[in-house]
Structures are given as C-alpha cells and as structure tokens.
C-alpha cells in the first residue's frame, strides 16, 4: 500500500484496522483468501488478540 508522499504513516496498518474495527459493531469476513491463506489466517489471529482477548476467529 503507497502512501501519500511516500512517507510511512506513524502507526501500522494493523494498529489503525484495529483502532477502526474496535469504535463499532463489525462482522470481518475474510472471503476467497485460498492464495493468500497463511497471511489471511495470521492477520485473523492477531486482530483477534488485539480486540478481543481470550476470542479465537471461527475457521471452516
């Protein structure tokens, strides 16, 4: 992902997700992942720890 002016925001996309998904009800469905499934099922595990402590993401 670029970012304007080719500077790094000052917080990670996973901090900002996070911050974002955790202001409101949210249903992440992570759909059609078969190519991209290691980094998929890693980015599910670490919004779980961060939003919902204790939760785990719902596998099938």
Sequence with gaps: MGYPGGLAPSISQLEALSR?????????????CE???HACASLADRLAVRLFPGARPCTR
């Design 35 to 37: 190519h991209l499934l």
């Design 20 to 32: 974002v998904l955790s202001t409101q009800r949210t249903l992440l469905v992570l759909d059609n």
